[in-house]
């Protein structure tokens, strides 16, 4: 039996970090090997939003294959890729958008949010209102069965299930199968002030960040504000370093967790002991993308490399595409 298709993608804005990692990286890693696995950066999708800034687009772009490749994905596994080096995913895109009725791009709350809440930036445009379209595009060009994404995601997931039926239905013949959202309880882990980990909120551990940096913002972290001195009884459940404990130091969560409590333990310490256990894991991976970095024509290759498998497979369904709309000689 041959595997079952996954799809994903993230847009290049910048560093990947620790909440990006646990909440959709981690789990990439381990699907590759039960999954005929494609993951893939989505500049296009960048554009949506930031069209107007593009000067860091192929850093950021390259800056994200390292992190892929630092944090194990596996060109040899999976099919990594780059959006715009497969220009079948803008030939889908326009072909679905003829028959993408207006109302479902514009009741997305993706969509509707973002209106809302952009600020200055101009994001009133066709691009922008037909992000979820490319989506769609991107994922039923694969026919993937799964879509690995958070919960954010899923008006987008809902949106390419409408496409790919209405599609199927009007031009009769069923050329997408329509995929299912892979959603898989991920780590929870709050930036480094006590919300949630966002570039926005300036509160991330990227994995770009270095040894230092990293020490530095886990030892400047929030922890039980009530605790004022070392043998204060302390309050783990409310303390940010208590919750990164869970992700990194799983052993140690019911000592510290005492230690805590009764006043034992001192902040700092706890600290130091978290921040030792995060350089255990950082420090590899921000070691390799280093390495990957350094050398940009080789990162360029597997970016080409597999780009070029995954166009393989787009204009295979681009063929039974076009034949079922009836377009071309
Ligand atoms: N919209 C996704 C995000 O912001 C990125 C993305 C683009 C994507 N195309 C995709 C995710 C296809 C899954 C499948 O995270
Ligand atoms: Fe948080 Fe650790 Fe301090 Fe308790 S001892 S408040 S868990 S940092």
Redesign the pocket.
């Given at each position: 039996m041959s595997k079952k298709i996954i799809?994903?993608?993230?847009?290049p804005t910048g560093n990947i970090h620790l909440g990006n990692y646990f909440g959709?990286l981690e789990n990439w890693v381990r699907l590759q090997d039960e999954y005929d696995c494609h993951f893939?950066i989505?500049d296009w999708?960048a554009l949506t939003t930031g069209y107007a800034d593009t000067e860091k687009l192929k850093e950021n772009t390259l800056s994200l294959m390292a992190d892929f490749l630092a944090v194990g994905l596996d060109p040899d596994k999976s099919t990594l890729f780059l959006?715009s080096s497969v220009l079948e995913h803008a030939e889908l895109f326009l072909l679905l958008g003829m028959n993408t009725p207006l109302s479902w791009l514009e009741r997305c709350p993706?969509y509707k949010d973002l209106m809302a809440n952009m600020g200055e930036k101009d994001i009133a445009t066709y691009g922008f209102l037909g992000?979820?379209a490319?989506?769609?595009a991107?994922?039923l060009i694969y026919k993937?069965d799964f879509?690995?994404?958070?919960e954010?995601?899923l008006p987008?997931?809902e949106i390419?299930r409408e496409v790919a039926r209405r599609f199927n239905y009007i031009y009769g013949k069923e050329v997408f199968p329509e995929p299912m959202p892979l959603l898989t309880k991920a780590k929870v882990l709050p930036g480094t002030d006590g919300r949630k980990m966002s570039k926005s909120y300036n509160n991330t551990i990227a994995l770009a960040d270095t040894p230092d940096e990293v020490k530095k913002k886990v030892m400047s972290m929030i922890t039980d504000p009530a605790r004022i001195r070392k043998d204060d009884p302390g309050h783990p459940d409310v303390c940010t370093v208590y919750a990164f404990h869970k992700v990194f130091n799983e052993e140690m969560v019911p000592e510290i967790e005492s230690s805590c409590k009764g006043g034992s333990i001192g902040c700092v310490a706890c600290k130091r002991l978290l921040q030792e256990k995060i350089a255990e894991f950082h420090t590899p991976i921000f070691e390799k993308r280093n390495t990957l970095l350094e050398n940009e024509d080789h990162l360029k290759q597997i970016i080409v490399a597999g780009s070029d498998k995954a166009r393989i497979k787009a204009e295979k369904t681009m063929q039974e595409v076009r034949s079922a709309v009836r377009i071309g000689v």
């Open positions: 799809l994903s993608g993230t847009r959709a893939f989505a999708h959006q993706t992000y979820p490319l989506q769609a991107d994922i993937a879509v690995p994404v958070g954010d995601q987008h997931l390419t």
